[in-house]
């Protein structure tokens, strides 16, 4: 019969079987027989094909085909399911008498696939009462369900089952009851599990391997993959992407290395080439993750078609390592090629406009995302509140803070850290307080947040009664930061016995952190003696740990000690330690510009010069005297006073007064500290200009305005972790980075 026939289903049939409003129009030849139709219904178990599987259900109807046909009745049911339908599957199988184990498997698999777990655990209990005997296609459906219900009795009761029918040796029940284990948390059944498996697939392996990646232990997965080489079973798109991840976790570049290779020797591998877009960004993520970013850049730039996560894990690449310019450069051509930047791809640029106080390119971003709709998102909030607190707007953090609808705990760390770094650290106990306020259980970051704020605005007693209430009331056990923060907190207030005892009496043992936090306040109240025990503690745990020669140098050279200085300077000297070069931001007009100690190299450098005479000579009207010991070199006072003027930042501030209006507020980022000099220089141009200065200096802000700082003078000089530009300095002028404008 060639005949061909077109119809429609009508209203008048949709409550035959299934409530069907309406279906188009479909050609086939009449009459059709049942396995004709049964192997039609086999062909269209997917959901891209629900529009053909309803047609042929409306023809079924219509020619009363499907009247008292268990068969088609059947393969329509797990057609439904198999493609998602589960409330048609439903209705179906809810009229069919006699059900096999076929239909039985077919319901299961469909709601275990489509989250429906529970309804998916029901039918199979419902399947044991009808005494319908479950076969190796049952259990794996059943296992994921009882894993993904976290049902752990019930799973262990399938299990007994699945080991008394004899199904443990088939693998794909094998892999299932592995699978469950692992997500009960039960990582030696789990393992023990996967061992005795007498026959495993490479599911069973990237199973094994991607939950020791995602639980953290990347060294176990290294461990999986060179048993699954060892027994020469060739890994995915899958596999690749479990061990890349182990590979940056632990920043591992050599294993990644060999990693890249791997996927190279195997690129002909079919199951590797589908994945080849996602294995390309996981390979940069990898490098970028093991600071080896121009491997990462090299992958990046060979990239044909480059999709948001290429992009982002460059950015955030470059992000991370602290590299703020490439990061917006990359961030300027991906709009420049039309790429929509997302949340992950905002917060990373945010991130960088930190690291160099870039205000204005942050608050553009900002609108970016009010027009994207991204300023519900926590991350993104928190972010931004991060980035205006770091670019020195605390009042935009604040109010940005205030704005988000949802606040974690992050958000209030980063808010109150925002608080503690620019002196306001009565505010922040408030803050902190109105947390607890809020039934918001406070962590180990949150304490250190508010024990910093404390150091920094000489908040002794409340800062011990903190510490103290983290342990005693809250639980949590304080770590190294923790007692770092408090001896800080002490020897900035000058108790530095105290200080010493607590380090003594801590029951961790002591970290290099707390040694160093004890050394910059001996600096700040010149206690040689002290300073001399706490930098042996220091160079015992890490003889490379520049900052503590520097700080230790500094000490001596205040006191005037020129030969101990001489003995530590050689010592970094035979050590070939090298300290960072001092330098400065300063951002004009969307463009960023960067000074270093005695810099040249500026275009403007005539003028800069000229402006900071100019200034020197008006200060010294007003009364300014230089503090020459804020120049730790046995040299001339003239040299000294010559040496104090060329600092970075009062570059920085002169090119920022020739370039800016009267009464524009002018911002520096500094990447050290700020020596006592340039404090006191400061303070006195923001009355003498009759401007707002906002400095940034490695730990904290600074406001400058009529003559005042908000720091009070209490963090001059002692500065943990810090040292100055003139200790150990280079010879020479220092070149200018290349200027970067973004967009």
Not at 4 to 32: E, G
Not at 77 to 102: P, T
Not at 481 to 495: E, F, K, N, Q, W
Request: proline share 2%.
């Amino acid at each position: 019969m060639n005949q061909i026939i077109i119809f429609t289903l009508k209203k008048r049939y949709t409550k035959t079987l299934l409530p069907i409003s309406h279906y188009t129009t479909l050609s086939l030849p009449l009459p059709l027989q049942s396995l004709q139709c049964g192997t039609l219904l086999q062909a269209l178990t997917n959901s891209k094909f629900i529009t053909q599987t309803q047609q042929l259900h409306a023809y079924l109807i219509i020619s009363a085909t499907l009247l008292h046909n268990t068969y088609l009745s059947t393969k329509l049911a797990s057609c439904y399911a198999s493609c998602g339908f589960m409330h048609q599957a439903q209705l179906i199988f809810d009229q069919i008498l006699l059900k096999n184990s076929f239909l039985w498997n077919s319901m299961i698999r469909g709601y275990a696939s489509n989250g429906s777990s529970l309804k998916s655990v029901f039918l199979y209990r419902q399947m044991l009462r009808f005494g319908q005997k479950p076969d190796k296609f049952t259990y794996p459906f059943v296992l994921k369900a009882c894993g993904d219900l976290l049902g752990f009795e019930m799973g262990r009761k399938v299990h007994a089952l699945v080991l008394v029918g004899g199904f443990e040796l088939d693998v794909y029940v094998g892999n299932s009851l592995v699978s469950m284990y692992l997500k009960f948390g039960e990582m030696e059944i789990a393992r023990y599990l996967f061992d005795k498996m007498p026959v495993r697939d490479l599911t069973s392996w990237n199973t094994l391997m991607s939950w020791y990646v995602k639980n953290g232990q990347p060294g176990e997965a290294f461990m999986v993959f060179d048993d699954m080489r060892r027994y020469g079973v060739v890994g995915d798109g899958t596999t690749m992407l479990a061990i890349l991840r182990a590979c940056g976790d632990l920043m591992d570049l050599k294993m990644g290395k060999e990693v890249h290779g791997y996927v190279v020797r195997n690129s002909g591998n079919g199951k590797m080439c589908n994945n080849s877009e996602f294995l390309m960004n996981s390979l940069i993520d990898m490098y970028c993750n093991c600071d080896f970013i121009s491997g990462a850049r090299k992958l990046f730039e060979g990239l044909k078609v480059k999709d948001s996560v290429s992009w982002n894990s460059l950015i955030s690449g470059y992000e991370k390592r602290g590299d703020a310019f490439e990061a917006i450069e990359l961030f300027s051509q991906m709009f420049r090629g039309a790429k929509v930047a997302d949340e992950v791809t905002v917060i990373s640029v945010l991130g960088a406009c930190n690291q160099i106080s870039a205000l204005l390119l942050g608050s553009s971003v900002h609108s970016y995302i009010v027009r994207k709709g991204f300023g519900g998102n926590t991350a993104v909030g928190t972010a931004l509140v991060s980035m205006y607190s770091n670019c020195g707007s605390l009042v935009c953090a604040h109010r940005t803070f205030n704005e988000m609808p949802e606040k974690s705990l992050a958000s209030w760390t980063v808010m109150l850290t925002g608080f503690g770094i620019h002196g306001k650290g009565r505010e922040a106990m408030s803050m902190f307080y109105e947390m607890l306020g809020k039934d918001i259980t406070p962590d180990q970051g949150i304490f250190i947040s508010v024990l910093s704020a404390c150091s920094h605005s000489g908040l002794v007693d409340e800062g011990k009664e903190i510490f103290d209430k983290m342990i005693r009331k809250y639980n949590v056990e304080a770590g190294p930061t923790h007692y770092s923060c408090l001896v800080d907190l002490l020897g900035r207030a000058g108790r530095l016995d105290e200080a010493y005892a607590i380090i003594n009496n801590m029951k961790l043992k002591p970290n290099e952190d707390v040694w160093i936090a004890l050394l910059s306040a001996c600096r700040l109240h010149r206690n040689v003696k002290l300073a001399e025990i706490s930098s042996q503690k220091l160079f015992e745990m890490n003889p490379n740990r520049v900052s503590g020669y520097v700080c230790l140098s500094n000490i001596y050279a205040a006191e005037r000690q020129w030969k101990d200085v001489e003995k530590v300077r050689a010592l970094v000297k035979n050590q070939r330690l090298r300290k960072p070069p001092s330098y400065s931001f300063v951002e004009l007009n969307k463009t960023v510009h960067q000074f270093f100690v005695g810099d040249k190299s500026h275009h403007q450098s005539d003028d800069i010069y000229a402006k900071l005479e100019d200034l020197n000579e008006k200060l010294k009207k007003d009364g300014y005297k230089p503090d020459t010991s804020s120049v730790l070199h046995d040299v001339e006072e003239e040299i000294k006073e010559k040496m104090l003027w060329d600092h970075s930042e009062r570059l920085a501030l002169a090119f920022a007064l020739l370039n800016t209006s009267p009464g524009t507020t002018i911002r520096i980022t500094k990447n050290l500290r700020v020596c006592g000099d340039c404090h006191t220089v400061m303070k006195m141009i923001s009355k003498l200009v009759s401007r707002e200065i906002i400095m940034r200096d490695i730990l904290r802000f600074h406001h400058f305005k009529d003559g005042l700082c908000s720091c009070g003078g209490y963090c001059i000089e002692i500065y943990t972790l810090q040292y100055t530009e003139d200790d150990f300095s280079l010879k020479g002028e220092a070149s200018l980075l290349d200027t970067m404008r973004y967009h």
